[in-house]
């Protein structure tokens, strides 16, 4: 049974095209995988289908009595309520229909015999929707979900307002499961997940009975879970049954056949040209040469298949510091209370290493005392004097200028050709180029602020979640270029799979935390 049609749907955003004649369907069941290459139209194709956004042209159309469920990272939390308070909002339907029926037995205290079989009969009702929906093990599923997503650890008494951008995350997530609606739509779930938790989510999508949408760039996660592949590259949407390796293979094939037609053409063109060319001035041969002219007028023409950009990340490499970069004594980290014990860390030059650890321990918060953005509460932190930092941050937000003035605003000495070649080198084309910050997806903002690294002499890169949103090619090319480069690198990341081939020593902060896990 089909659960939602989109039918010749056609999008474009600033001039640029982002969807062009787009069909898609969703069947009840189907583990949805939507992929494509950064700004190529997933994130807008989620907010046409779930009504933030309306199309241009086309229709989108879903089944009667259908409830879905967006994960949005943008959700607002509201201040002063707990945790466990936002989660047991997914329940508010029941906690609704529990006061109803409340209200109803006060009244039964004062009414007539008549109303007393009226209030009965609704009571029942109630009370078998409360059963059927597991209302009297809510506190169990709270528990459940919380616990697969780390949100124990926390403490579901802390107030939401007080927690750092991955807890908020897996609040809004663990939120969205227990509504456990007939259709899930995830952008990027695994963002801000750490390992064990990314697990548990890979194994309750795994089990899930309804259907889903997932947009991901993580291709391990990818396969788990789903059965279906909808791929958007340029402008247009391809639905392949089967996982990604399936995908991989048959997107393959599908180029492979498409170069091999383009040339095949390609020739015959060639060789019609040159017939016309060689006899349509000789008395003997003009028919044919009319006849060659007319089969090559009503040619239907293959078009070239277009090459995707790739992007090529090198990081420059300034003078050699000294022999230790940072050297820590006594660290405790934390704004009001400590997030850590006292620790010890020596940073020697050239060394490579990865800090881990689940959301909350603090692992943004040491980079950011490390570099002297924020005061340690306690202990020192010596720096070498001849230390060049290039640090990528996970988010910026609210900036309108186009990402070819954010990157002149820091590089003014630079032409505009310069600047430009140096935004197109990570990926990044000439819409993008001209496009508002704002307004690029999150994998085509971290590209700019690689870019903004690229182009200054560092030898420490000191790196927060840098694999969040970028797509499969970027993330490949940033583990290359991280692997060449000779300096320095702190690195905080969930993904193994991306570290483990660059670092020398993987940290685990939850081995200095204060918090109990």
Known sequence: MSILNVQNVSHSFGGRQILENVSFRLLNGEHVGLIGANGEGKSTFLNIITGKLA???GKVEWCNRITTGYLDQH??????????????DAFHHLFDLEKEMMDMYEKMGDCSEEEMDHLMKEVGEIQDILDHNGFYMIDAKINEVAKGLGLLDIGLDKDVTQLSGGQRSKVLLSKLLLENPMILILDEPTNYLDEEHIRWLTTFLSEYQNAFILVSHDIPFLNAVTNVIYHVENCILTRYAGDYHYFEEQYAMKKRQQEAAYNKQQKEIEDLEDFIARNKARVATRNMAHSRQKKLDKMDLISKPKTKIKPVFEFMEARTPGRVIFEV?????????PLTTPFHMELERNKKIAIKGVNGLGKTTLLKTLLGIIPALSGQVEV???VE??????EEHGNTK????????????????????ALAKCGLTTDHIESGMCVLSGGEQAKVRLALIMN????????DEPTNHLDVDAKEELQRALKAYHG?????SHDPDFYMDIVDEVINLEDYTTKVL
């Not at 930092?389 to 996970?394: A, L, V, Y």
């Not at 820091?410 to 430009?420: A, D, I, K, M, S």
């Not at 002499?457 to 000191?462: D, E, I, K, M, S």
């Not at 320095?488 to 905080?492: A, G, Q």
């Open 389 to 394: 930092i290039g640090f990528f941050e996970q």
């Open 75 to 88: 959700t607002s939390l509201e201040k002063g309520k707990s945790i466990k308070e936002v989660l047991q």
């Open 456 to 463: 200054k002499p560092c030898n420490v890169l000191v790196l």
């Open 329 to 337: 004594k006594d660290l405790v980290i934390g704004y009001d209370d």
């Open 55 to 57: 199309p241009e042209e």
């Open 384 to 386: 070498d004097p001849f």
């Open 488 to 492: 320095t690198i702190i690195l905080v």
């Open 402 to 421: 186009t990402a070819l003035q954010h990157f002149w605003d820091h590089f003014p000495g630079l032409t505009n050709g310069e600047v430009r070649a």
